[in-house]
Every structure is written in structure tokens, then in C-alpha cells.
């Protein structure tokens, strides 16, 4: 992703939190969360803030092996019966979805449908490729619409996909900075402040946002100061409020907007200053790591998720049946039957004919929240807190814009020109197929207002074939011409006219394509990102498990890594967590947690906190999360919510703690 910094930010090693970058959102999520649940723990048994015990650790831990479970208390005893009573229905095809589908295949659990509007799986993950992709023009062409690039860092479950996918052999190395002349930045990668004589000053906001997370970092204890920091009212201002009013000192309006110019895209310094201080920590985290992408491109991990959903037999040796991907069938209307035992779905056609409706017991909604707001969700009769996140939470915008080009004439091999032209970015590609071979080139990524503004100029190619006379491509090209006319001229290839100019690049243009995210019905935006107050507000109450443990939420922008492949892999895990704790299906968990598919060693994402995520099923309405000494012995399904069985040896109130 990288919606923010242009560049990787300033040096900040040492002053990162125990853990690595990542782990300053993470914290600040079961931060949030357990705050939260205490809160309505306390609420539940009507207890005063002085009165409040807290949450108590009452649950053991799940055993990581199938093995511990079989010592431990037969649970095997479900062997034989159906796990699942019902059906179950994906909502969206993107990783959440397919991931969530995996996990269940994984798990034994066959009996779901995956419900997807495009006539396409992958969602944000989407390649488009410029000539046959079997017979291609050259071997890169294409490029990424969507997500492109993972670092490596340790908060990246993104790669543990990758290698359980075995796509290991197609990951290469993504150059964030130009490495074609062997040392980085020997060859300067143009960057060109058109409207200004020299670069941005950010130093003032890069020292601003040090200062606040040396005041953590370097506090004799990490917790105690971020809390101090996380429980007053930062969370509530927008970067640019809390930069020009509890900085210290205190930033002017110019040098704030110089501070967003050099960080970031126009506007962004609009969300949450929580949000920026993570993000900042979490490119920070990514400065001195590898980055990759997948050599042909990303939409191979979905297309690599959809085969295995759809392949008979796998797990191998498990006799599971291979289960179609239902595609170009928009789902439009969700709602609880009136015995409240399961959720209606309505299907259409894609124009919204045929519809036709379908009773499951279960529902995971993948979808992004502008198609979700769409769909009729009247009759799940969700939270308020819930249904204003999905009117309100704040989505960052992005445009794409790539032109192939008859040859690269241009030396750089990755890096990134930053600029305040209309085109805010050019991404070069991490590769060379040859001088005599067509290129393509990202000659524009924006983010943000510039995401809009260039947005507005991007037609609907599924509906109109592209051309030069484009006025984006003629904006894309006038720009270039620009951005080149300063540059070193060995940033150019041999034999081509230096300087660049505008005939020269119409001589080499052969096609483009564009795209733009907040277009798109299916998304509506590019990726969440919290605005002032949502973290605090709204992703406690999201983790939550809804229509008394019959629907559950989860993708991209619930989790805590908004913008990155990871964050939808990671809360479709925290959902199937939670549907497993609410269904007692505890063998189903150990067998996902045993597989490799959540990380090659076994081990959780990071996100994940199994005790809050119990609390917070438990402190869902409708739902009854059993104890240590419910669990044993009990079969699984036959215990959901709304099953009469359930509510033997149970009372509304039941709790552990009291
Ligand atoms: C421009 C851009 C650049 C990015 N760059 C990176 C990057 O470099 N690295 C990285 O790790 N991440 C990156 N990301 C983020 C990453 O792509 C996403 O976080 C991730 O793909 C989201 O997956 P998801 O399953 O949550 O949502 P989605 O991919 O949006 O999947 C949801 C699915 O639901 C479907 N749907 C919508 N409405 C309905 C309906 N009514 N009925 C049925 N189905 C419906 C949609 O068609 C879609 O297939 C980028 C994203 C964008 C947009």
C-alpha cells in the first residue's frame, strides 16, 4: 500500500515500540478492546467504576495440536458427526472471503457457499494485463490496479499466505528505492516540486511525531505512558488539530501543510493523528527490510485460493468436496428469519434480476463498507454504533494510472518520483525485460484529494477502449515531459532525445489503462483508514459478534492494518476464532491453528488476543460462551446460539467471574 509516505520516513530506529513498528496499532487495539470490555462487563452486572473486577482470565487457552486435545479431555468424541448444522454463507471473494473459506476447508467444515458480485475473485487484489497473459508482449505486462508490494516484516501474515500457497518461487524482490546502478540512489530518481523551488520542509512534523513516540518508547514503562498518551484526548484530533493545537511546540498552519506535502498526500493529514503516529511506526518498522511482490502479479495468491476452495479432495486425503465460487451474484439484502434461527441472503443477478433468496445459519460479510451500506441490512437489526461505522468510516481514496510504452526510456529500475504535479507519484517497475521490448510504467499513483482530482479524469475502460487522446493520458504525459525536463540525464535510456519531449512520448505510447478506486461500486474507496475518534469509537463494537452469534464481520477495514493484505487476513482469522469460540468448536480451531495456513511456524498473527476476543463474544448479545467446564464433551454445532440445546444449564447471566 503505502498511502502515506512518498518515501520511507526519516530515521526513527531506537525510538520503536517494544516489538517493531506493527505492534504500536496492535497495542493500541487490545488497548482499546479490553477498556472497552471491561466497560461492559461492568455494565452487565451493574458495577461502579470502583467496583469493577475487571476481566478474569477464565478461559484456558485452546491447545495448539490435535494431539493435546485428545489427552486433555476426548473432544474427538464429535468425530463422525457433521461439525456444522446449516449452512454458512461468504459474503465477497476478496483474501478475507477466500481466506475465511480456506480456514473452513482446513477445518472440515464443507457445507458453505462464497458469494461474490464481480464477475472476478481477488477484490483489491487485481492485475491487468495489457496483451494475452498466456502469450504476452513482454513479461511484465501488466501491473498491479491493487495491492503490490509487502515488506517484510514480522506483522506481515500476507507472506505466511504466500508460502502456504506455494507461491514462494514467484516472490521478487520490489525495489522501494532505484537500484539499477548497483548502489541505491546513484542515479537520482527524479523528484520535483513544480509550483516550489525546492522540496517540502517536514522536518517540524518529523520531529513532532518523534517527540510523542519517544514519549512512550522511551518511558521507563512502554504501557503506562502510551495509556497516559492513548487515554486522554489524541485520538480524537485529526493530525493537522493536533499539530496546530497540542504539539509542543505548537506547528503553524504552513508548516503543517509543508509536514503533510513531504509525508504524505494532500488532505490525509485530515485523519486520525492516532492513525498517522501508527502508520509512521509501521513504515518506520519496514525501513531496513525487503520488500516483495509476486513476479506476474498479485491476483495469483486469489486465483491461487479460489483453485484450492475448488478443488475436491483438499486438503489432501480429507474427502472434502470441491466448492464452486458463486461469482456475478451481488448479494442485496441480509436479514434474521423471524425464529431468529437463521439469516436470509438475497442474490441477484448482476443488473438485479433473478433474485433469490437463501437461508443460512451463519453469514461472514467480507465486503467493504460502501457495497455494504448498499446492501439491505435493515432486518439484522445491528448496533447504531455499528451501522454508523458503516455509514462513517473514513475511506482514503487511490487512482492508478500505467501506460505501456513501445521501450523503457527510462534507466531506473524501482524507486518512486514523488512530485506536487497532478500525477503525485511514478512508480518505475522493479524490472527490465530489454531495451527492444514494451514497458510499462506507473506513471501515476495518488492518494487522497490528488486521487480524487485525477480520479475525475478516468473513464470506465470495461465500458470505453482507451486512447491517447485520453485527456488523462494527456495530462500523464505533459507531466512526464515536466518531471524529466530537471532530471539527470542518465535517468534516460541511450538513444533517446534528452531532453524528453512530448512528441517523443506520444512516438512511444501503445496503450494505457486507469483506474480509480473510490469508483468503483464494489469498493467505493481504497482502503479504511480511521478518521478522528473511530479507532477509539468504533473497532471495539466491530469485534463484536452480531445477530446473537450469526453474523460475523471482517476484511480490510476492520482489522487493525488497514491498507495492507495482512489486516484482511488477520481479521478473517479473528473472525473464524470467534465463530469457533461461539459454536464450541474447538476441534475445528486446533486443526486451522495446527495447519500451517496462519503462519508457517503455527503461530498467531500478532493481532490476535484470544482472551479478549472470548470476552468479546461472550459480551455479545444472544451469545453463550461456555467455560472450562462446559466445554468438555459437548458436541459441537448443536450447542449454537438459538438451538434449544444451548440453553441447557445456561441463564442469561451466566458468567464465570461472579
Ligand atoms: C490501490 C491499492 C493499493 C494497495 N496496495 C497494497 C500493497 O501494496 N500491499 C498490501 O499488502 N495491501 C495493499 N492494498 C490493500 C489490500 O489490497 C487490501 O487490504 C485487501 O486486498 C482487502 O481484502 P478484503 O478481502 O478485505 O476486501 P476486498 O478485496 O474488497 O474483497 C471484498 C469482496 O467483496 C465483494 N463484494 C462487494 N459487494 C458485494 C456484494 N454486495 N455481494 C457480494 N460480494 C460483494 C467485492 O467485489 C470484493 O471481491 C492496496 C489496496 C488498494 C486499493
Redesign the pocket.
Known amino acids: 500500500?503505502?498511502h502515506l509516505q512518498t518515501d520511507i520516513p526519516r530515521d526513527i530506529d531506537g525510538l520503536l515500540p517494544p516489538g517493531g513498528g506493527g505492534s504500536l496499532r496492535i497495542a493500541y487495539a487490545k488497548h482499546l478492546l479490553r477498556e472497552y470490555l471491561e466497560e461492559e462487563h461492568a455494565k452487565k452486572h451493574g458495577w461502579s467504576k470502583e467496583e469493577d473486577r475487571g476481566l478474569k482470565p477464565i478461559f484456558r487457552h485452546v491447545p495448539s495440536s490435535l494431539d493435546d486435545i485428545e489427552e486433555s479431555d476426548g473432544l474427538l468424541s464429535g468425530d463422525g458427526e457433521p461439525p456444522v448444522k446449516g449452512k454458512i454463507c461468504i459474503?465477497?471473494?476478496?483474501?478475507?472471503?477466500l481466506f475465511t473459506a480456506l480456514m473452513l476447508k482446513m477445518s472440515g467444515i464443507y457445507n458453505f457457499d462464497v458469494?461474490?458480485?464481480?464477475e472476478r475473485?481477488?477484490?483489491?487484489?487485481y492485475t491487468h494485463w495489457f496483451s494475452d497473459r498466456k502469450n504476452p508482449d513482454s513479461e511484465h505486462d501488466y501491473y498491479d490496479i491493487?495491492?503490490?508490494?509487502?515488506p517484510d516484516i514480522q506483522t506481515m501474515s500476507?507472506l505466511d499466505l504466500i508460502s502456504f500457497l506455494q507461491l514462494d518461487h514467484k516472490k521478487a524482490e520490489y525495489n522501494y528505492t532505484e537500484k539499477n546502478s548497483g548502489t541505491p540512489n546513484e542515479i537520482p530518481v527524479p523528484n520535483m516540486w513544480w509550483y516550489k523551488n525546492q522540496t517540502p520542509d517536514g522536518s517540524k512534523f518529523d520531529a513532532a511525531v518523534k517527540r510523542v513516540i519517544e514519549s512512550f518508547t522511551h518511558a521507563q514503562s512502554f504501557d503506562i505512558a502510551f495509556k497516559k498518551f492513548m487515554d486522554g484526548s489524541n485520538d480524537y484530533y485529526s493530525t493537522r488539530a493536533w499539530l496546530m493545537l497540542q504539539a509542543d511546540p505548537k506547528l503553524t498552519y504552513e508548516e503543517t501543510t509543508m509536514g503533510e506535502a513531504s509525508d504524505t498526500s494532500t488532505g490525509l493529514f485530515d485523519q486520525a493523528f492516532t492513525e498517522t503516529i501508527c502508520d509512521y511506526c509501521d513504515f518506520a518498522a519496514a525501513k531496513h527490510a525487503k520488500w516483495w511482490r509476486l513476479d506476474g502479479g498479485m491476483h495469483q495468491i486469489t486465483e491461487r485460493m479460489k483453485e484450492l476452495i475448488e478443488m475436491p479432495n483438499w486438503p489432501e486425503g480429507s474427502g472434502a468436496p470441491g466448492i464452486k465460487i458463486i461469482t456475478s451474484r451481488?448479494?442485496?439484502a441480509m436479514s434474521e428469519t423471524a425464529d431468529k434461527s437463521a439469516i436470509s441472503v438475497t442474490t441477484t443477478g448482476p443488473k438485479g434480476e433473478s433474485p433469490s433468496t437463501t437461508d443460512y445459519s451463519t453469514v461472514f460479510s467480507?465486503?467493504?463498507m460502501a457495497?455494504l451500506r448498499r446492501?439491505d441490512i435493515e432486518g439484522l437489526q445491528l448496533s447504531d454504533k455499528v451501522l454508523t461505522g458503516i455509514r462513517s468510516l473514513s475511506y482514503d481514496r487511490?487512482t492508478?494510472v500505467a501506460i505501456k510504452f513501445a521501450s523503457p526510456w527510462w534507466t531506473l529500475v524501482g524507486g518512486v518520483s514523488s512530485t506536487d504535479l497532478p500525477i503525485s507519484n511514478v512508480v518505475y517497475p522493479s524490472w527490465n525485460d530489454g531495451p527492444d521490448k514494451p514497458a510499462v510504467l506507473m506513471v501515476s499513483y495518488s492518494w487522497a484529494q490528488d486521487a480524487t482530482r485525477m480520479g475525475a479524469l478516468v473513464p470506465d475502460y470495461t465500458k470505453t477502449d482507451p486512447s491517447i487522446d485520453d485527456e488523462v493520458v494527456s495530462v500523464c504525459l505533459h507531466a512526464l515531459v515536466k518531471l524529466f525536463s530537471k532530471a539527470d540525464p542518465k535517468t534516460i535510456a541511450a538513444n533517446v532525445p534528452v531532453p524528453i519531449t512530448l512528441d517523443f512520448l506520444k512516438q512511444q505510447y501503445v496503450t494505457h489503462h486507469a483506474f480509480a478506486?473510490s469508483h468503483d461500486p464494489?469498493?467505493g474507496g481504497?482502503?479504511a483508514l480511521f478518521g478522528p475518534g473511530q479507532f477509539k469509537d468504533f473497532y471495539p463494537e466491530f469485534q463484536k459478534v452480531h445477530c446473537n452469534g450469526k453474523f460475523f464481520m471482517s476484511?480490510?477495514a476492520l482489522s487493525t492494518h488497514h491498507?495492507?493484505?495482512?489486516?484482511?487476513v488477520d481479521s478473517a482469522y479473528m473472525s473464524f476464532l470467534t465463530f469457533s469460540t461461539v459454536y464450541n468448536l474447538e476441534r475445528q480451531m486446533v486443526k486451522v491453528k495446527a495447519s500451517n495456513l496462519v503462519g508457517e511456524r503455527g503461530e498467531n498473527p500478532e493481532e490476535v488476543d484470544e482472551f479478549l476476543l472470548k470476552w468479546a463474544a461472550k459480551l455479545s448479545k444472544g451469545v453463550k460462551v461456555r467455560g472450562d467446564n462446559d466445554w468438555a464433551g459437548r458436541s459441537h454445532w448443536k450447542n449454537a446460539p438459538g438451538d434449544e440445546n444451548a440453553k441447557e444449564g445456561l441463564d442469561e447471566d451466566w458468567c464465570d467471574c461472579c
Open positions: 500500500m503505502a459474503v465477497g471473494a476478496g483474501v478475507a472471503g458469494v461474490e458480485a464481480s475473485v481477488g477484490g483489491r487484489l491493487g495491492a503490490m508490494r509487502i500476507a451481488p448479494v442485496t467480507t465486503t467493504a457495497p446492501i487511490a492508478k478506486w464494489l469498493q481504497a482502503f476484511g480490510e491498507a495492507w493484505i495482512s489486516g484482511a
